[in-house]
Structure formats: C-alpha cells, structure tokens
C-alpha cells in the first residue's frame, strides 16, 4: 500500500505548476521562481512550488507583488496552498449542502463553516 508522503509527492509531481501543453485561448500561464500566474479568467490565479523557499518579509513582498498584479488589472486574486505544505493538521474544503453528507461519510468532521467574501478592485 502505498504511503500519504508518497502519495502526496505523486500529488504534488502531478498537480502543481502544470502548464496545459495547449492552453486555453486568452489563458496566459508565466512560471516564476516557483511560483505560477494564471491570467485571462477575468480572475487571478497563483499557485506555487511545493518548496517556495521563501519565508517573512520575503514571502510578504511576493505576495504583495502578485496582489498589486491583480489589482492593477482590476482582478480578484486566488493564491492556491494546501493543507499538507502548511503542517496543519485540518483540511479546508469548499463544499456545498449537498456534498457535506459525502464528506461526512467519508470520515470528516466539520469544525466550522465560512462565509466567503471577494475583494474587487474599484474600477479605475
């Protein structure tokens, strides 16, 4: 049987930075320094490297790098991380009424519930 650190490093060789070999039309997907920018969704979209290496004021001014991005375009952003490369022991997911009885089944235990807010930029 294969191990969760396999897995997750399957997981994360499969998932992470994958840029489509034929993208979309009007997606741009630009890779820097481990980190990815998906533009052309009327949204932002960053995902990053497993292992981004950086950290404090570092990771501050990356991601207030990407934010302005965005902002400047008028965007939301999403920044994609997982629970697995965040050491926490808790796992958030998004799901609708009719999914918490299968998350249920399946062993979750819901801690609390969200209420989700999006920042629009005011248009300039």
Not at 74 to 90: D, L, Q
Request: net charge negative.
């Amino acid at each position: 049987m294969i191990s969760s650190t396999e897995l997750l490093a399957l997981y994360d060789a499969q998932q992470r930075l994958i840029v489509p070999e034929h993208p979309p039309v009007g997606l741009s997907f630009e890779i820097m320094h481990g980190i990815m920018r998906v533009t052309g969704r009327g949204e932002g979209f960053i995902e990053t490297a497993h292992h981004l290496e950086l950290t404090g004021d570092d990771l501050d001014s990356v991601i207030a790098e990407h934010r302005d991005y965005f902002a400047a375009r008028g965007e939301t952003v999403e920044w994609k991380t997982r629970a697995h490369e965040r050491g926490v022991p808790y796992l958030q997911v998004d799901a609708s009424d009719e999914s918490s009885p299968i998350l249920k089944r399946r062993g979750f235990t819901e801690i609390t519930t969200t209420t989700p807010y999006v920042y629009t930029p005011p248009s300039t």
